[in-house]
């Protein structure tokens, strides 16, 4: 049996998610990717949260979101972007499980998938650049980002049905146990509720913790599609739920945010 190093679960999540480089103990597995995705999440929403506020000082609100959007897509290699563009091509149209499948597996974007992207984007622009113009609305951007890869680790628990052919999906299945997601949870969740009391009180406290659940519900939604319409969840549904998260994440919290 293969002994792995304390530390290569959170390894394995910063080298699948991340550009970033790790060293050889990070690349030999997959089972702590989604354990600790939130905890990459934490670090990429840092990152892109400090890029749109430099951004909206230098320039404006609006350059500082899409600056945001476009360094945590370098981060990630657009990785959950591309999940939700072919999600969107296998879901969209009508057709069968099997062609669905083949669908998404294929390089190409489809019209779906082309015009899913769009919206996407510039939703969470818009949204983004309405929060960067609001006291401690950048703190929604880091939530955003944490959120969406809560959801993602979601997929990982026990009995969670997985598409016949993803081979990310089966290799991720049964990784993530139900008290370490409600840890999770707690955490992201309550976390953002108290960092919004800190920086704009009781109302950004509220804001930013119903902004995370409807990220989260959001994705559910997302997921009880796929499984319904595939069979179970792929790798593009895990991308397609954090990008659903994210994306109402930002539309709650910059339509309640004081």
């Known amino acids: 049996m293969t002994h792995r190093p304390r530390w290569a679960g959170p390894l394995e999540s910063v080298a699948l998610l991340t550009v970033v480089r790790v060293p050889a103990a990070g690349t030999t597995s997959t089972r702590g990717v989604l354990p600790w995705a939130p905890l990459v999440g934490l670090a ?23 600056a945001a959007l476009a360094v945590l897509a370098w981060l990630t290699r657009a990785l959950h972007l591309d999940g939700l563009a072919d999600t969107a091509d296998g879901l969209g149209p009508l057709r069968g499980r099997e062609r669905a499948l083949q669908v998404m597996h294929q390089g190409d974007v489809g019209p779906f998938g082309v015009v899913t992207l769009v919206l996407a984007l510039l939703l969470q622009a818009a949204a983004g650049a309405a929060l960067l113009a609001a006291d401690g609305g950048w703190l929604a951007l880091w ?22 052919g993803s081979s990310l999906g089966q290799a991720v299945a049964g990784t993530v146990s139900a008290p370490w997601l409600a840890g999770w949870g707690l955490l992201v969740v309550g976390g953002a509720a108290a960092t919004g009391w800190a920086a704009g009180g009781p109302g950004t406290a509220a804001a930013l913790g119903g902004a995370a ?3 989260l519900l959001a994705a559910e939604l997302v997921h009880a599609r796929a499984t319904a319409r595939l069979g179970g969840v792929t790798g593009d549904v895990m991308g397609a739920m954090g990008e659903a998260a994210a994306t109402v994440v930002l539309l709650v919290a910059a339509a309640s945010v004081p």
Do not use: K, Q
């Not at 990429?44 to 899409?66: D, Q, W």
């Not at 959801?151 to 049905?161: H, S």
């Open 44 to 66: 990429l929403g840092g990152v892109a949260a400090g890029v749109g506020v430099l951004g909206a000082h230098l320039v404006s609100p609006l350059t500082g979101a899409v």
């Open 143 to 164: 939530t955003a980002v944490v959120v969406a890869r809560l959801a993602m680790a979601r997929t990982g628990l026990p009995g969670t049905p997985t598409a016949e």
């Open 213 to 215: 659940v409807a990220g």
